[in-house]
């Protein structure tokens, strides 16, 4: 097509959503209402699945050395742990360190006066991982040093942790495709009244002449239009809530804190929003808009 009529084609398609003002507010409103719906639970699966890892970095894997292994054992299984690519965070105990948390706890120092801890506690090492799921490869590596005691860990609640992670994509995905099909019924139905509202003029242009892709386009820019419209209303309505609630609900300035329990900081959620909805919204209408003109349109 040329310049000029790819102009007359988007003239004509602004004409179309202004000569049916009702039809076009009720197209924008519910793919605006569809996309919305898919905002809300994108930001929920983006937010669950950062709680959930965060809570997976949370439950310490513990490293026990045997009582009395020297310094150069110690050093080996430091380095191990200090540049194995999964260990996210490590902190060494000492024997003395150990002894000293023990009897905090347990209270009454004088009973432990004479106590040589260094006959009976050992070295440990405290770490977590990023990966909640590599944790029985990781114990298997670590216990393959015969200088190591045992590694405990809470196998249970990684694992479901991490299966936790795997559910919130599975649905994610799953109400993402479901809103994503409700969203180009309704669109196909409304272009589908376009067209039909349309079809004298449709013949009128066919009698005359015009070819299919010059019929077919302002109905396509209509329908991008109305993705566009949809995509912001429900972009800046999705925003405008979720700054809210992170206003609402972060403590204060560890809001943006990506390893503590709070949500994902707004720019970076709504800015995902924002460019998803406008994928979604202007490709689906295109899309949708193409096929009902092509079949409702015989063109």
Request: charged fraction near 20%; charge should be negative; aromatic fraction near 8%.
């Amino acid at each position: 097509m040329k310049v000029n009529e790819w102009r007359y084609a988007t003239k004509a398609g602004i004409n179309g959503l202004i000569r049916h003002p009702l039809l076009s507010v009720a197209a924008v409103t519910t793919l605006a209402l569809m996309l919305f719906l898919m905002s809300a639970f994108m930001a929920v699966s983006m937010n669950a699945n950062h709680l959930s890892e965060v809570a997976a970095q949370q439950p310490p894997i513990e490293v026990s050395m045997k009582v009395g292994s020297t310094v150069e054992e110690i050093t080996t299984v430091i380095d191990f742990l200090s540049n194995h690519p999964y260990v996210q965070e490590l902190q060494m105990s000492t024997p003395e360190e150990n002894f000293n948390r023990f009897k905090q706890e347990m209270g009454k120092d004088e009973l432990w006066e004479d106590f040589d801890y260094k006959r009976s506690i050992p070295y440990t090492f405290s770490l977590r991982l990023e990966d909640p799921s590599y944790a029985p490869t990781f114990q298997e590596e670590v216990e393959e040093y015969h200088m190591v005691n045992e590694v405990l860990m809470e196998s249970h609640l990684m694992s479901l942790l991490d299966s936790v992670r795997n559910w919130t994509r599975k649905v994610g995905i799953i109400v993402f495709s479901i809103l994503t099909v409700t969203a180009g019924v309704v669109v196909s139905n409304t272009v589908r009244i376009a067209v039909l509202s349309r079809g004298r003029e449709i013949n009128v242009m066919k009698y005359v002449g015009s070819t299919n892709a010059f019929i077919r386009t302002p109905f396509i820019i209509e329908g991008a239009l109305i993705g566009l419209g949809g995509a912001l209303v429900a972009s800046i309505l999705a925003s405008f809530i979720y700054e809210r609630l992170v206003v609402r609900l972060n403590p204060g300035p560890t809001a943006s804190g990506m390893s503590e329990f709070v949500l994902l900081p707004a720019s970076e959620v709504t800015a995902t929003l924002f460019l998803l909805n406008l994928a979604v919204g202007i490709l689906l209408c295109v899309l949708v808009s193409a096929v009902s003109v092509r079949k409702y349109a015989r063109v």
